[in-house]
Structures are given as structure tokens and as C-alpha cells.
Nanobody
Framework: QVQLVESGGGLVQAGGSLKLSCASS????????MGWFRQAPGKEREFVAA????????IYADSVKGRFTISRDNAKNTVSLQMNSLRPEDTAVYYC????????????????????WGQGTQVTVSS
């Protein structure tokens, strides 16, 4: 069992930055590829970014490419999402998720591939 706890959300003006963090329990964090997803009110959950177990493969949604950066620290059991140049359309609840991927270079974009989810953290970007 893996427990994920997100932090770092909040209210920020357009153009500002936030850094989300996700802490994982357990001793097998490096066995999981990690992803960030978000869900805005009235919309379906959507993929934001993912990082492979090794940290060598990174994938981003087109809407955040060049503005967001995902990273992980396997020694600290954490994954982070640095969000810059935030826009009002980035407003959503952000979730981190863990994918028990077999291969260390796999990073996936489909929510159904992820086994564990955090409770989410609210990000609100004002215009």
C-alpha cells in the first residue's frame, strides 16, 4: 500500500509560480512511476506531467509544456511539480499518482494506469 500526500497548493496571481510536492509512504517509492493530474470544476481529470521510475523520462501535457517541470527525489520519496507562468486556466485540484511500472523508463499519461492517488491540493490562479 502506498499513501500519497500533496502539498503546496494555494492562491496565486496570473504569471506567478507555485511548487507542488507529493510525499510517499513506504520503502518502494523507486518502484513507481509518478504522475500529476488535475481536475477543474465541471471538467474531467486530465493528465499534467509524468516521470519514470529512473527520472530519465519526462512527459508533459501540451498545455503546460515549457511552464511546468516535474522532478523526483527517490531518496526522499517525493515528487514535485514546479509551476511557472501560471494562468487562470491552470486553476484545478492537482493530484499526484503512483504507477507500479515494470520498466524504469516508462512514464504514462492515462489515469487508469495509476494505482494510487493522493487527496489532491487546490491551485487557484487569479486573473
Amino acid at each position: 500500500q502506498v499513501q500519497l500526500v500533496e502539498s503546496g497548493g494555494g492562491l496565486v496571481q496570473a504569471g506567478g509560480s507555485l511548487k507542488l510536492s507529493c510525499a510517499s509512504s513506504g520503502r518502494t517509492f523507486s518502484s513507481y512511476a509518478m504522475g500529476w493530474f488535475r481536475q477543474a470544476p465541471g471538467k474531467e481529470r486530465e493528465f499534467v506531467a509524468a516521470i519514470s521510475r529512473s527520472g530519465t523520462k519526462l512527459i508533459y501535457a501540451d498545455s503546460v509544456k515549457g511552464r511546468f517541470t516535474i522532478s523526483r527525489d527517490n531518496a526522499k520519496n517525493t515528487v514535485s511539480l514546479q509551476m511557472n507562468s501560471l494562468r487562470p486556466e491552470d486553476t484545478a485540484v492537482y493530484y499526484c499518482a503512483a504507477d507500479h511500472a515494470t520498466f524504469i523508463t516508462v512514464a504514462r499519461t492515462t489515469s487508469n494506469d495509476y494505482d494510487y492517488w493522493g487527496q489532491g491540493t487546490q491551485v487557484t490562479v487569479s486573473s
